[in-house]
């Protein structure tokens, strides 16, 4: 054979020979193969979500919030109110539990009110969370109730489950005009987290639940009913929680059948304690959207 129309000297001087056209086109077409499974598994809602074809999608929405005015603002040494408001402690479980609580609705008002239970950061109590949303409640009108975790580096299912934070509230009762059908959820950093996996069963069967600086760690799959709306609150310079990640969660949340909202904080970071009170003061917006009526 003559040695110029060999496959290899083919192939050596840029041709291509009819088993490597034919090696090609295969790769091509498992290629293909592949994406479009992959296409039809995943959808639009990233790979986060384990959605069912019978299940009703959220909405998800996003939002720009220009609330914080001047980047990286502190300062950043909080210190806790100690004494400033009340503090009440019970038994659940046979341990000792403790909450904070303030009530911004006028004094002499007996008629149930809005309630925000308040999920604190690790290394924090629920001190901190009354203080920074005492403004809000002043200004609306509603009863705050702030749990503390039973070990100060975070929430744990098995000693702060949802029979604990019902027993939290029918605890607070006793004091505080709180609305069962007008409650809310709030957690920050590690509360964040927290509230917002709990939000996946609608543990606490709250009308919302809203996040600052955190989001949830896995994300639950649910075939048959509708979540909580949840709202993500999350600065643009947020180096314990990426923003960039926040979008698969949203998406993967909304598929799942929760109503989203994503609001980006420009100038803004992980520390809460500078601008908690006009942070808070979006969230609550973000809340009253939902009054009294669960979306159908």
């Not at 109730?145 to 934070?165: H, K, Q, T, V």
């Not at 007008?182 to 509230?195: D, I, K, N, Q, T």
């Not at 069967?205 to 989001?215: E, I, K, S």
Request: hydrophobic content about 40%; overall charge positive; charged content about 20%.
């Amino acid at each position: 054979m003559d040695d110029s129309l060999s496959p290899m000297r083919i192939w050596r001087s840029g041709g291509m020979s009819l088993v490597s056209l034919l090696t090609s086109a295969r790769i091509c077409f498992l290629a293909l193969l592949a994406a479009l499974i992959v296409s039809l598994h995943f959808g639009a809602t990233g790979a986060w979500a384990d959605n069912d074809a019978t299940q009703d999608a959220g909405k998800l929405h996003q939002v720009r919030l220009n609330t914080v005015s001047r980047v990286m603002r502190g300062p950043f040494d909080y210190e806790e109110p100690v004494g400033r408001f009340p503090h009440y402690e019970f038994r659940h479980r046979l341990l000792n539990r403790s909450y904070h609580a303030f009530s911004g609705a006028p004094s002499g008002i007996d008629q149930p009110r809005p309630t925000v239970l308040l999920l604190h950061g690790s290394g924090r109590t629920g001190l901190s969370m009354v203080d920074m949303w005492r403004r809000v409640a002043s200004t609306h009108g509603l009863v705050v109730i702030a749990p503390n975790s039973a070990r100060s580096g975070g929430w744990m299912l098995l000693l702060d489950s949802p029979g604990f934070f019902d027993a939290v509230l029918r605890h607070a009762e006793q004091n505080y005009p709180i609305d069962r059908e007008r409650l809310f959820v709030f957690g920050h950093s590690a509360g964040a987290v927290y509230a917002t996996q709990l939000a996946q069963d609608n543990a606490l069967n709250a009308r919302a639940v809203a996040a600052h600086a955190g989001y949830p760690e896995r994300i639950a799959r649910r075939p048959d009913e509708a979540g909580p709306p949840v709202g993500f609150f999350l600065g643009q310079y947020d180096h314990l929680f990426p923003p960039s990640d926040l979008p698969a969660i949203g998406q993967a949340m909304a598929a799942n059948g929760h109503d989203v909202t994503l609001a980006f904080l420009p100038n803004h970071s992980h520390w809460y304690y500078a601008d908690g009170p006009a942070i808070n003061a979006e969230v609550w917006r973000f809340f009253k959207r939902y009054g009294r009526s669960q979306r159908q």
